[in-house]
């Protein structure tokens, strides 16, 4: 009986302590390379008793999941805050367009939103395709309206679409860790550099779960280490 207590005990400091429960991550962020991934490998290794899943959605739904109980954080896309929601900056990521790899911008070391103004572009009708297509009309040139194609795929299917030449997609660094057939990534920006989008992490304040509050102390740790290292990864 006592030992059987002292089970409960430990399970239950455990507990409190963040070392074990469950974790929800909702994002529509890859995890393919980058910071993200790297936060992801980093609390699992630390944290093996902890139950991990992600979810992938849209913005709306993600943010909705948070507000019902249904995730405890979501990665977004971050300069705009949510009411009744905390919001962390992370880190920022090259903006990169994916392109055909006969392409006449497949060799380019910097491809202009300028050079793409007649593009049409694949949009996933989920995920993060709804801020996507906003991002791209704000930086193709003034009075230029941007074409697109949605199409209800996810990253790997968009990608495939690209490859066979349909079109073109706009994407953050870490979605180009893999290779698709007949797809070139390129980084994209204008005549100052690079396009940066922001990263940041969103989540209910009331919300105790003490594992949430393990992963937040790690996402502003690798959002300290970022700022002394110079921000984009």
Known sequence: MFAELEGATGAARAAGSGLVGQLVVGTYFSASI???????????GRHQGVDLSVIEGDRA????????GRADVAILLGPHDEPGLDRLALWQEAGMVALPERHALAGAGLVLWQDLAGETFIVASRGS???????????????????????????????NLVGTGLGVAVLAASASGASYPGVVFRPVGDATGLTMVEVAAYWDPKRDNPVLRRFLALLRACQAAGSRGGGAG
């Not at 980058?34 to 699992?44: K, M, P, T």
């Not at 739904?61 to 019902?68: C, E, I, N, S, V």
């Open 61 to 68: 739904q993600l943010l909705g999941d948070l507000r019902r």
């Open 34 to 44: 980058g910071r993200f991934r790297d936060a992801l490998l980093q609390f699992v």
């Open 129 to 159: 395709g709804p801020e996507v297509r906003a991002t791209v009309q704000s930086l193709l040139p003034e009075g230029h309206t941007a074409r697109f194609a949605a199409h209800d795929v996810g990253r790997e299917g968009m990608f």
